[in-house]
């Protein structure tokens, strides 16, 4: 709680190895978003921004209230978003 308002966090009951995959997604998102707002290229930004949704609702930071749903719901909800991240680097998914 900060100034009485709830902040989201990283759901607690993700695997580390899914948490640290999705936060280097994370970190690359947003560096790129950085990066592109620098060259104005407004598509780049964009692709960038979707990374960053993609992370973190993975790791439970948007989207539904990973402290209502199942850990099942939760896992399932992590490992979509990463196989979709790592669709955007052409990746194959890792066992996570």
């Known amino acids: ?55 973190k609702h993975g790791l439970g930071e948007r989207g539904p209230r990973w402290w209502e749903e199942s850990e099942a719901a939760r896992l399932e909800r992590a490992r979509q978003a990463l196989e979709e991240l790592d669709g955007l680097d052409g990746a194959a998914p890792e066992g996570a």
């Open 1 to 55: 709680m900060v100034n009485g308002r709830r902040w989201r966090r990283t759901d607690p009951s993700l695997p580390a190895g899914m948490v640290e995959r999705l936060k280097s997604h994370l970190g690359r998102g947003r560096s790129g978003v950085g990066t592109a707002k620098r060259r104005g290229d407004d598509s780049a930004v964009a692709a960038s921004r979707k990374r960053v949704g993609l992370a």
